[in-house]
Nanobody, 122 residues
Framework: QLQLVESGGGLVQPGGSLRLSCAAS????????VGWVRQAPGKQREGVSC????????KYAESVKGRFTISRDNPKKMVHLQMNSLKPEDTAVYYC???????????????WGKGTLVTVSS
């Protein structure tokens, strides 16, 4: 079965950190770029960050630049999103997706996970 599974979400105070992970099964993640996409209640989906299949290129939304870092471990079929200096406006369901390396980190993605909830609140 082809799937992506996210983990690492939870409740964190403003200024705190979380590390999200995305694990692939049933397909070779190495061939795909991977993006992290988030959707907050009542808001449009937003591409947060993405990484090319080799890991050599990365992109970040302006809202997270300097705070979030994406990385991948192809032998382990894992992609991570380190999130530091979290703000209440980062609260959202975070999805990982695999597909082509696109400008907004979400167009044309072939595989999607079910998401993990990140809540930033005091």
């Amino acid at each position: 079965q082809l799937q992506l599974v996210e983990s690492g979400g939870g409740l964190v105070q403003p200024g705190g950190s979380l590390r999200l992970s995305c694990a692939a099964s049933g397909f070779t993640l190495d061939f795909y770029a991977v993006g992290w996409v988030r959707q907050a209640p009542g808001k449009q989906r937003e591409g947060v960050s993405c990484i090319s299949s080799s890991g050599g290129s990365t992109k970040y939304a302006e809202s997270v630049k300097g705070r979030f870092t994406i990385s991948r471990d192809n032998p382990k079929k894992m992609v991570h999103l380190q999130m530091n200096s979290l703000k209440p406006e980062d609260t959202a369901v975070y999805y990982c997706a695999a597909g082509p390396y696109s400008g907004n980190c979400q167009d044309g993605m072939s595989y999607w996970g079910k998401g993990t909830l990140v809540t930033v609140s005091s």
